[in-house]
Each structure stands twice: as C-alpha cells, then as structure tokens.
C-alpha cells in the first residue's frame, strides 16, 4: 500500500483577502505562500517521490512544481500530472465573494451543519458529495497506479485544496461527509492516508512542521520466526503500533 501525502496548496492573495476563489483564474500564491511551498520542498527532500499529482488550478501547479525543484535522494522528482478531479469546488454564483458576506446566506449554515445536502447555486455550481466521489476516485485510481508502477512502499504525492483534502480525510476516517467541517487543512500542510485492501489508514493530518522522513520506504526483513504470521497490510497494529 503507497504512501499517499495529501498537500494543500500554500497561501494565496484571496486567502488574506476573505474572498472564496474557487475556479477563479490568476490566484496565486503571495510571498508567505511561496516561502511555506519552499520549506514544505525541504521537508519533502528525504523521500523518493514515486509520482506527483495536482490540481488544475495555478496555486496548486506552483506548489507542486516547488515540491519537484529539489532533487531527492533517488534523482529527479517526477514531473507533475494534472487531474481535473483533485480541482477545487466548483463554488457556481459563490465564486470570488467575501466570505463574510458568504456566511449570512442560508446555505452557509448548510454547509456547516449538512454539507452532505449542500449544492452551490448558478451554472456549474457542484455538491460537496459530488466532489467527495469525484476526488475519491481519483486518489484511488492513482494509488492503484503507483502501486502496480512502483511498488507498495512508494511514496507519492496529490497536492489539491482545503474543502477536498477534508473530504478524501473524512472518507478514509470512515466518517459521513456531515463531520468533515470538524476536520483542518491548513496551506502547505500534509496530512498521510495509506489505502489498504480491507481500510484505509490516517497516519497524519494537518501537519504543518513535522518530520516526514519517517515515510521513507523500508527494507523489509527477510526472516521472521518459525510458524510467525506476518501481518497483513489491512491489519492494525493490537496495543498500537511503533510509529514510523
């Protein structure tokens, strides 16, 4: 089972501005954004990245082309491959207003308290379900993918956004979509799922400063004592596990 890092993007000028950016074009990354994507590249530089995934949407694309300037232990990073599917909410007549004047629509307190039910008016505007299975899927499939190209013990990364990351957590966490508003994605932060074949496993959320060379693949021993069953990968660990 890879090691999936779930990257939000850094900060950007319409997270200082209040405002819900959604789709809109030219949202970049400010400087604190790009100094965070800098040091989150450090903190990334000890392990091999397998892959690396991104949304469309240019904040994200800088990020993850800040995680690939560092060369890791193996040689270059792969290059990033965009999925439409790791996007952002699809926010409809919501997009590019102060969230301040957000929060006073009747929906809001939707999205707070069912945002299950919650689908974001205007043309193209989507349900948070909905992006909930659209991003599941796409975080599975190239799982999948890594597994069968790199092996079980690759490392690899999916840099997307805030409301998505909350929703793939919430999934793996076992949880209804109705409790992800308990769950945080800060910029730059990483949080680590591992998906086995019986569960998922949440190894880490919201992690803003943590070391991550932990997550390095690991040989594996080749003796194990006579009659001993090794565990399998869906299995926890009984009396908790010895950490990475």
């Not at 491959?81 to 952002?88: A, I, K, N, T, Y």
């Not at 004047?101 to 039910?117: C, Y």
């Not at 591992?194 to 693949?217: C, I, K």
Request: net charge positive; charged share 25%; proline share 7%.
């Amino acid at each position: 089972m890879p090691t999936l890092l779930l990257v939000r993007h850094g900060r950007t000028t319409a997270n200082t501005a209040g405002v819900l950016a959604g789709w809109s074009e030219g949202v970049r990354l400010d400087e604190h954004g790009e100094r965070q994507a800098a040091a989150l590249a450090g903190r990334l530089q000890p392990l091999p990245l397998a892959a690396v995934v991104t949304s469309p949407l240019e904040r994200c694309r800088q990020t993850a082309e800040a995680l690939r300037a560092l060369d890791g232990p193996d040689g270059a990073r792969p290059p990033a491959l965009v999925d439409e599917r790791l996007g952002e909410v699809r926010y409809g007549d919501w997009t590019g207003r102060e969230l301040k004047a957000l929060a006073k629509e009747p929906l809001w307190r939707t999205v707070q308290a069912h945002p299950s039910a919650a689908v974001f008016p205007g043309p193209g505007g989507e349900g948070l379900a909905a992006m909930q299975h659209r991003a599941v899927a796409a975080v599975r499939e190239h799982d999948a993918r890594v597994a069968a190209e790199h092996g079980e013990d690759a490392v690899w990364v999916a840099v997307t956004h805030g409301d998505v990351i909350k929703a793939l957590l919430a999934d793996a966490l076992g949880m209804h979509l109705d409790l992800f508003q308990r769950l945080s994605a800060d910029p730059c932060s990483v949080s680590v799922v591992r998906y086995a074949p019986l569960r998922p496993f949440v190894l880490r959320t919201n992690d803003s400063g943590g070391d991550l060379a932990g997550f390095a693949p690991r040989r594996r021993k080749r003796r194990r004592a006579a009659g001993a069953r090794p565990l399998a990968s869906s299995d926890a660990v009984v009396g908790g596990a010895t950490g990475t």
